[in-house]
């Protein structure tokens, strides 16, 4: 196969995944034989492209193979008439989203809305549509929640189920049921956005298409309910983590400190629009979850170096956010902030509480964080056993050469 | 689809003056609308908890309790099945319903083989 069409496979799964998933739902009612058919298509594809070369209308093939796979199962499963019906439907293509009144003008935004059902549990409805839209894996959803993937495996099956046996539709929701689906929509986003900035598996720390993608629904998300400054805030604070993207790892691909990066090779005009966007949603006076962070994130964008960083007003911020979401995640971050500013013991303290209450138990992070203070206060055999806890722990090739590094440093002459 | 709603009010709940004389004629609109899209099959009020009478068998012996099984702060008021097109149907009909504005409502699928 020419390598160039295992690339166009790759740009089609990106760009057309969600919505070929999408129409073979709303044609079937029906998530997994949805997915499975998909996966036929994308199959199907990476065989036939480098002979017949890409179709012009990469989308629209897979559709057509994928719902083609569709009826043969259905007529092959048809035992009863209602099931022939259903496949006898099928072949008539029908628009779902004609008589549409969302206001939604952006295809993938309303495909997301749609996924977003308030009768699914927050994190379920979330894990549902990147699994569904995004196609990021089981074990990478399972990552960016922090469960284990067998647990996020049962998650998706218990929601599928909920949406067979209670019948919740797949239907683009009229603009008065958007709220209700709002934060689901940010949530997705976010994880979209951090699975692309920080990959959860193999070799590629970022995957730039996801984090443009993001930032794209991001902004028309914004537009869409331009009095939801938690959009706006989510917005902000992609542009801040995007700013810095060029600097996050090194020419090897490995990871490289905030406080070590090249702050000249930040992206000023990012930075300078997160700034603009953050300060509209904050004189909204509404502050959310993605405004603090967002308002975090601008502390370290707009501080000349890492000393020179408020890290007092961080750690507050922090609070706040506990506040807002509790989280041992934000626990641990605050962690740091609280390090930073009252010195690593203080910080020492609150990675104890968090050792100790067992909620981030196989997060590297934690066992990291932990040797980076220890190191800090001069116990370097502690700090040692904690990075090497970290090492065990890392999901991603340029995490463990990172946390390698620490340690080779630790057994140098110091 | 047939769904099972039940309608939940917490013990104790008083309602206000105004609430008090809206229930009545509210819940019986609601009644007249839903029969009339022929979504409501059947419904009903029920007697309060201190009626009921719990029921079961441990071995031979039937065992009969006063009050209800469930220990918890709703009760279930009264019910309703309803034949809808799909949740988003049963939710806007939940949501129409009264006691929504003071009570919960819970709408689950009969299940279906």
């Given at each position: ?58 989308g ?30 099928l ?73 067979r046996?209670?019948?919740?539709p ?9 709220p209700?689906?709002?934060a ?128 007092a ?56 964080t932990?040797?980076d ?42 | 689809m ?5 309608v ?5 709940t ?22 009339r ?37 709703e ?39």
């Open positions: 196969m020419r390598p160039d069409v295992g690339d166009e496979v790759a740009e089609a799964f990106r760009q057309e995944w969600g919505k070929v998933v999408a129409a073979l739902i709303g044609m079937t009612g029906d998530w997994d034989l949805a997915e499975e058919c998909a996966q036929d298509a994308f199959a199907q594809a990476l065989k036939t492209w480098p002979r017949d070369g890409v179709p012009r209308r990469p629209a093939w897979l559709t057509t193979v994928a719902r083609n796979r569709a009826l043969d199962r259905l007529r092959r499963g048809a035992t009863e008439t209602a099931r022939l019906r259903e496949a006898a439907a072949s008539v293509p029908s628009d779902p989203d004609l008589d549409d009144d969302s206001g939604i003008t952006d295809d993938r935004l309303r495909l997301i809305f749609t996924c977003c059902h308030p009768a699914l549990a927050l994190e379920a409805r979330v894990a549902l549509t990147l699994r569904t839209l995004a196609g990021l894996t089981t074990a990478e959803i399972a990552r960016a929640f922090m469960v284990s993937e067998e647990t996020m495996a049962k998650r998706l099956v218990r929601a599928k189920h909920k949406i046996d209670a019948a919740i797949y239907r683009v929701p009229p603009a008065h049921l958007l209700d689906r709002t689901g929509v940010l949530a997705v986003l976010y994880l979209l956005f951090n699975e692309g900035y920080s990959a959860s598996g193999g070799a590629d720390l970022v995957r730039r298409g996801l984090c443009a993608e993001a930032i794209r629904l991001a902004r028309a998300l914004s537009q869409l309910m331009p009095d939801e400054p938690e959009a706006l805030g989510l917005l902000a604070l992609m542009f801040f983590h995007d700013a810095r993207r060029a600097t996050r790892v090194d020419a090897t691909g490995d990871l490289v400190r905030l406080e070590d990066q090249d702050r000249s090779r930040w992206d000023p005009a990012e930075i300078g629009e997160g700034v603009a966007i953050l300060d509209a949603a904050l004189r909204r006076g509404r502050p959310g979850a993605y405004q603090v962070q967002a308002a975090i994130a601008a502390c370290h964008a707009t501080a000349a170096d890492a000393a020179d960083t408020d890290w007003e961080i750690a507050a911020l922090y609070g706040e956010l506990a506040r807002l979401v509790p989280s041992p995640v934000v626990e641990l971050n605050r962690a740091v902030a609280v390090a930073m500013a009252d010195g690593p013991a203080a910080g020492l303290v609150l990675v104890a509480a968090l050792d100790a209450s067992g909620a981030l138990r196989g997060y590297h992070l934690l066992p990291a932990r040797a203070l220890l190191l800090r206060l001069g116990r370097r055999d502690e700090a040692a056993a904690s990075y090497r806890e970290a090492l065990g722990l890392a999901g991603t090739d340029s995490e463990r050469r990172f946390l390698t590094l620490r340690l080779a440093e630790l057994a140098g002459p110091g | 047939k769904y099972m709603m039940l939940c009010v917490a013990e104790g008083e309602l206000s003056p105004d609430e008090a004389a809206r229930i009545g004629p509210d819940t019986e609109a609601w009644v007249e609308e839903m029969d899209r022929g979504i409501r099959l059947q419904g009903n009020q029920l007697r309060p908890v201190s009626d009921a009478t719990t029921v079961c068998v441990r071995g031979d012996e039937v065992l009969i309790a006063d009050g209800p099984f469930a220990e918890t702060k009760q279930i008021a009264g019910y309703d099945i309803l034949e809808c097109a799909d949740l988003d149907e049963a939710i806007e009909v939940a949501a129409k319903h009264p006691v929504a504005r003071f009570g919960k409502l819970e709408v689950r699928p009969f299940w279906v083989e």
